[in-house]
């Protein structure tokens, strides 16, 4: 029955995008695994999902019979590249994009390049930093300036004067202590293990510098730290997702020159995707990869750690006159002998079993 309801469900399904030819048929699993949810929460288990397991590799079969593998393949945002990070950070004052224009004077903005500076050293998803719609209201286990811890000369503070901000340096920075998230929402996986931002002199990027300023102009009374959201247009209020893509659409084609049409190729995750790759190229452990951007399991780390094509090529290069010397058990030769011993020794072989039945034809006689 739960087979036949996805092939139903499926013949009556619109594909995401006007460009796909048909729905994919995976999409009509996952109705029925929502069909098994709710009958879950009123505690009716449903039968087994093998049969519509295989229904669902038979259709994939199908389609990629009919259309090819191309729209089958799902796709992932693309990674920030060096010039494109730096682009985004150097977005001229005054460059604006529809009704939006980017001025530094102003706590928005303030905001802003602190939150992508964040993303682009510890990698949070776009929810973790700002709330669905203008409308949505602030729960509790979300960022808030109580979420930093600064280090300064050596001590940790719950909030800094903005003397000691301004007067970061070496060895400073601020400890960012995360809330709950999709793949953690009890906070009992990586709330107890905060990310470091480093205080970087000079004038390269630097989240723990932009926090710092973002600090200073927010002035939030230490009272007030705890139940004010981080990241917002004001202090006191969060980020919408809409108001962080308009700013990213305006920083990625005013400073980093990307086309308007290639602006689907980009989004808020790719922050994250690109402290992924990054860190991969740098030869980080997967472990320690999987550490500083949360993932509890290996499938997001094979997704979203990608292989430079520099990296590829290298390690290609790398095999043109290296010597391979592998083996196989089962493939082993049953004498390491050359052809003619190998010779020699089935003619000895053959005279001694001759000599042996002549031997027992004479002792049975």
């Known amino acids: 029955m739960l087979a036949m309801a996805m092939i139903r469900m ?31 929460t009123r505690g009716i288990t449903m ?37 494109v990070l730096k682009g985004i950070f150097a977005t001229p004052n005054g460059a604006g994009r529809g009704p939006l224009v980017m001025d530094r004077s102003q706590y928005y903005w303030v905001a802003v390049e602190a939150c992508f500076a964040t993303l682009a050293e510890e ?24 979420s930093l811890r600064w280090r300064y000369r050596g ?7 903005k003397a000691q901000l301004r007067t970061l340096g070496p060895g400073d920075g601020v400890l960012l202590k995360h809330g709950v998230m999709k793949n953690d929402p009890f906070g009992s996986h990586f709330a107890a293990t905060p990310s470091f931002l480093a205080f970087r002199a000079g004038n390269g990027r630097c989240a723990c510098r932009l926090l710092a300023e973002m600090e200073i102009q927010a002035g939030v009374h230490p009272e007030q730290r705890d139940v004010t959201p981080l990241f917002g247009p004001r202090a006191g209020d969060e980020f919408s997702h ?15 020159g990307v086309p308007e049409s290639d602006l689907e190729n980009y ?5 994250r995707i690109y402290v992924a790759c990054a860190l991969l190229a740098a ?25 430079n094509d520099s990296d590829w090529a290298e390690w290609i290069g790398k ?47």
């Not at 093998?50 to 079969?61: E, I, P, T």
């Open 283 to 307: 030869k980080a452990p997967r472990w320690l990869i999987k550490r500083m951007l949360r993932w509890r399991g290996d499938e997001s780390l094979e997704i979203y750690a990608r292989v």
């Open 47 to 83: 039968a087994s999902m093998a049969l519509v397991s295989l229904a669902v590799k038979g259709m994939c079969r199908e389609y990629i019979e009919l259309y090819g593998v191309d729209t089958l393949v799902p796709e992932r945002k693309l990674a920030f590249s060096d010039s």
């Open 319 to 365: 095999t043109i006159d290296v010597e391979v010397q592998s083996s196989m058990a089962a493939r082993f030769s049953d004498m390491d002998f050359s052809p003619e011993v190998r010779k020699r020794f089935t003619e000895v072989a053959a005279s001694m079993l001759n000599l042996n039945a002549s031997t027992a034809r004479a002792s049975a006689s």
């Open 267 to 271: 989004s808020v995750h790719s922050f």
């Open 155 to 161: 001590r940790e503070y719950r909030h800094l004067s």
């Open 10 to 40: 499926y013949a009556l399904m619109h594909p995401r995008r006007k460009s796909d030819p048909a729905a994919d048929p995976r999409s009509a699993r996952k109705k029925i695994e929502a069909v098994r949810r709710v009958h879950w």
């Open 123 to 146: 990698g949070s998803r776009k929810d973790e930093v700002s709330k669905a719609t203008a409308s949505t209201e602030f729960k509790k286990g979300r960022l808030t300036f109580g």
């Open 242 to 256: 809409a108001q962080l893509d308009a700013a990213l659409d305006l920083m990625l084609t005013a400073g980093a």
